[in-house]
C-alpha cells in the first residue's frame, strides 16, 4: 500500500484514533494548537517532549544584550488546555509496522498517526569562534571587553557554509554595534556570509534595504564569501585564502538531521517529507520543522509544514477538512537594536521578489508568523497571519522542483520571482 492511499490503523479502546507529536518546540506547540482545532476531540491527543517547558527561542538572540530572558510556557497546562495528554519523554526510535514509539527510558506509545517535531541538532561549525547559540551562554559585554586592548579593533560575525538560516547573525551585528556606540568603543563590525547579498532569500527589495541598514551603521558585509579552517583554528576567508583578521568571532552553528531510528532520513539525517508533510517511505507518519530536509530551517516555515500535517491528519480523522499542501511563505522580523525591520517572501516563486517594512506585514506580528502558534503566544483569536490578498486575474502555477529536489530552493542566491 503506498504512501498516499494508506488508511489509519487500530484504533484505541475510544474507538479514536491516537494522535502522538513528537517535540515541544515551536512546531510541536503549532501543532498541538492546530490539531485541537481542526481535529477537536475526534482524536485521542499526545504532546511528547524532553523538557517541561516550551522556550520561544527565536529571541534568544536578545538574550546576550541583557534585555530579557525569552519567553516560556510550561508545556503540560498548554496540553490539557488543549485536551491532550502530555510525556515529558523524547523520541528515540520508531518502528513503523507496529505503530510503536520508542521513548528514552525503554517504555514505548503507541500511535496511530505519528507527527514528528522533533528538530535537528546543532553543532558548531567552526573551533576558532565563539558558537551562537553555543554550549556557553554569550557574553557579548565581556567579549567587547576583552577586545579593549586589541589594536586590530575588529568584530566578525559569521554565516559558515552550509547555514540555511543566517538571519541571528545580522541581528548580533546590528545590536552588537549599538552596544559598541553606547560604550563609545572603536570597534569596527563585519559580516562575512555565503550569500549572494544580505539576507537575499527575503529577495531583493528586502535584501537592499538590510544593506542599505548595515552600510548606514558602519557595518561590512562580505557577501559571497566562505570561511574555511585550519586544524589549529585558524579561520580563513575564500576566495582569496586570506586569514580573517578579527579580535573576535562570533559563528551561528550547523544543523545535523535527528536521525531517527526506523525512520528513512537524507544523508544529512533529514526526514524526507512530501507536500503534505508526510514522511515518505513511512506510513501514518509525518514531520514538520527543522528536522525535515526542507533546506531553509526556519520556525515560521516549521509551523506551515505542521499545518499542513494536522489539516490531513484531521481530515483522516472524519473532520470536515480540505487537506492544503504545504507552500513556504518566509516571514522574518530583523531585531535592530532600533525599529525592526519585517520581510516577507515567497520562496517557492509566485509572489514577487518579496517586501520589507518598518510596518507590520502579518499579524499578531511575532518573530515567528505561525497562525495557531502567534495567536496563542498573543491570547488572541486564529486568524490568517495576512489579510487575504485580491486574486489574481491568471493563475500562476508555482514550481515544485523543492519536493523532489529540496536543494533546488537556494538560501544564498538570488530568489526566483516567476
Not at 576583552?146 to 568584530?155: H, I, K, S
Not at 580573517?244 to 535527528?258: I, N
Not at 505561525?370 to 508555482?398: K, T
Request: aromatic content about 6%; glycine content about 12%.
Amino acid at each position: 500500500m503506498g504512501d498516499d492511499d494508506c488508511a489509519v490503523s487500530d484504533e484505541s479502546s475510544s474507538g479514536k484514533p491516537r494522535v502522538l507529536i513528537a517535540g515541544g518546540g515551536v512546531t510541536g506547540l503549532e501543532a498541538l494548537l492546530a490539531l485541537s482545532d481542526l481535529a477537536g476531540d475526534r482524536i485521542e491527543l499526545t504532546l511528547l517532549a524532553p523538557e517541561p517547558d516550551f522556550v520561544y527561542k527565536p529571541l534568544l538572540v536578545e538574550e546576550p544584550f541583557a534585555l530579557g530572558p525569552a519567553e516560556r510556557h510550561e508545556l503540560a497546562p498548554a496540553a490539557e488546555e488543549q485536551g491532550a495528554r502530555f510525556v515529558q519523554r523524547a523520541l528515540s526510535a520508531v518502528r513503523v509496522k507496529d505503530h510503536l514509539a520508542e521513548l528514552d527510558d525503554g517504555s514505548e506509545i503507541g500511535y496511530d498517526m505519528l507527527l514528528v517535531c522533533v528538530g535537528g541538532r546543532f553543532r558548531p561549525a567552526l573551533k576558532g569562534a565563539i558558537t551562537f547559540p553555543g554550549p556557553e551562554p554569550l557574553r557579548i559585554d565581556e567579549v567587547i571587553e576583552n577586545m579593549a586592548g586589541d589594536g586590530d579593533g575588529r568584530f566578525a560575525f559569521v554565516v559558515p557554509s552550509g547555514v540555511s538560516w543566517p538571519l541571528p547573525i545580522y541581528e548580533l551585528a546590528l545590536m552588537t554595534q549599538r552596544r559598541v556606540l553606547e560604550q563609545g568603543r572603536d570597534i569596527h563590525i563585519v559580516i562575512v556570509t555565503p550569500e549572494a547579498a544580505p539576507l537575499i532569500m527575503f529577495g531583493s527589495a528586502a535584501s537592499d534595504q538590510v544593506a542599505s541598514l548595515l552600510a548606514g551603521r558602519g557595518i561590512t558585509v562580505e557577501a559571497g564569501a566562505h570561511v574555511r579552517e585550519l586544524d589549529d583554528g585558524t579561520l580563513f576567508v575564500v576566495p582569496g585564502d586570506r586569514r580573517l583578521e578579527a579580535s573576535a568571532t562570533v559563528a551561528l552553528p550547523r544543523m545535523e538531521g535527528p536521525r531517527i531510528e526506523g525512520l528513512p532520513t537524507d544523508e544529512g539525517g533529514f526526514l524526507p517529507i512530501n507536500p503534505h508533510a508526510r514522511v515518505r517511505g513511512a506510513e501514518h507518519v509525518y514531520a514538520a520543522g527543522d528536522g525535515t530536509n526542507f533546506p531553509i530551517k526556519q520556525g515560521g516555515l516549521g509551523t506551515q509544514q505542521a499545518d499542513a500535517a494536522a489539516q490531513e491528519i484531521a481530515a483522516r480523522a472524519g473532520a470536515e477538512v480540505d487537506p492544503q499542501p504545504f507552500h513556504p511563505i518566509l516571514r522574518g522580523k530583523l531585531i535592530t537594536g532600533e525599529e525592526s525591520l519585517h520581510m516577507r517572501h515567497d520562496v517557492a516563486g509566485g509572489g514577487g521578489e518579496g517586501a520589507a517594512s518598518a510596518d507590520y506585514l502579518w499579524w499578531p506580528p511575532h518573530k515567528i508568523g505561525g497562525r495557531y502558534l502567534s495567536a496563542w503566544l498573543a491570547h488572541e483569536e486564529v486568524h490568517d497571519p495576512e489579510p487575504p490578498r485580491r486574486p489574481l486575474e491568471v493563475e500562476v502555477a508555482l514550481p515544485t522542483e523543492w519536493h523532489e529536489d529540496p536543494m533546488a530552493l537556494d538560501p544564498y542566491g538570488a530568489p526566483r520571482v516567476d
